[in-house]
């Protein structure tokens, strides 16, 4: 059971690239989402997904977007990096509606982003 | 918006030694409590996760309560050994699509 797979685990980028960070489960979760850890910070939400179709955004979704075309997969895209979003990246996944209440949430492995 | 506060920032034990870590919120409004283990460039790994209606859980050497109305969670570490060095991640489910964090104890346990 591979549970949240995040590709890949490191990242350089020079200023203004844009990339794709790659995030799948296999516990056929409805609920996805994407986080940022920073130095002296919690873990902040970017983007979430209740379902296939549907997305939405965190506290912190500036720079980023997000589409969820199959429940396994929801990639995250830098569409044009700054230093600014030089962070660890975390995918995490749960069951959604009532039961999800009683279950937590799983997490990746994370991706290691440097813009330079 | 939910503030979620852990102390210490960080912890120096001997091994065997029994340990607290304290989590902190301040809208008791909340679904549920996780706490997680962070190993050093490395990913989350839950640990125990406490219900609303729950006072605590236990899983091992691991105990975890809950104080909704103040506020507040403990990890419990009995005998602790240096593989349980990392960092201890506090997180509450306060909205329907959000968890939000605390910045973690550093916990290192010395041989």
């Known amino acids: 059971n591979a549970g949240v797979t995040q590709t890949p685990k490191f990242q350089v980028l020079k200023t203004g690239q844009s990339m794709t960070l790659q995030c799948a489960q296999d516990m056929n979760h409805e609920y996805m989402s994407w986080y940022r850890q920073d130095p002296g910070m919690g873990l902040r939400l970017i983007h979430y997904?209740?379902?296939?179709?549907?997305?939405d955004q965190g506290e912190v979704p500036n720079g980023y977007n997000v589409s969820r075309s199959t429940t396994e997969d929801f990639p995250l895209r830098l569409l044009s990096a700054a230093p600014s979003q030089t962070s660890v990246y975390f995918c995490?996944?749960?069951?959604?509606?009532?039961?999800?209440?009683?279950?937590?949430?799983?997490f990746g492995s994370g991706t290691r982003l440097t813009v330079v | 918006k939910q503030e979620v506060t852990q102390i210490p920032a960080a912890l120096s034990v001997p091994e065997g030694e029994n340990l607290v870590l304290n989590c902190s919120f301040t809208?008791?409004?909340?679904?549920?409590l996780q706490w997680f283990r962070q190993d050093p460039g490395k990913g989350l790994t839950s640990l125990l996760l406490i219900q609303s209606s729950q006072r605590e859980q236990t899983s091992g050497r691991l105990n975890a309560s809950l104080d909704k109305s103040s506020g507040r969670s403990t990890l419990y570490i009995a005998a602790s050994q240096p593989g349980d060095s990392a960092t201890y991640l506090c997180?509450?489910?306060?909205?329907?699509?959000?968890?939000?964090f605390g910045t973690g104890t550093r916990l290192t346990v010395i041989p």
């Open positions: 997180a509450v489910r306060a909205g329907a699509n959000n968890l939000f």
């Open positions: 995490a996944s749960r069951v959604s509606g009532t039961q999800s209440l009683n279950y937590g949430y799983t």
């Open positions: 997904s209740v379902g296939a179709g549907i997305t």
């Open positions: 809208d008791s409004a909340i679904y549920n």
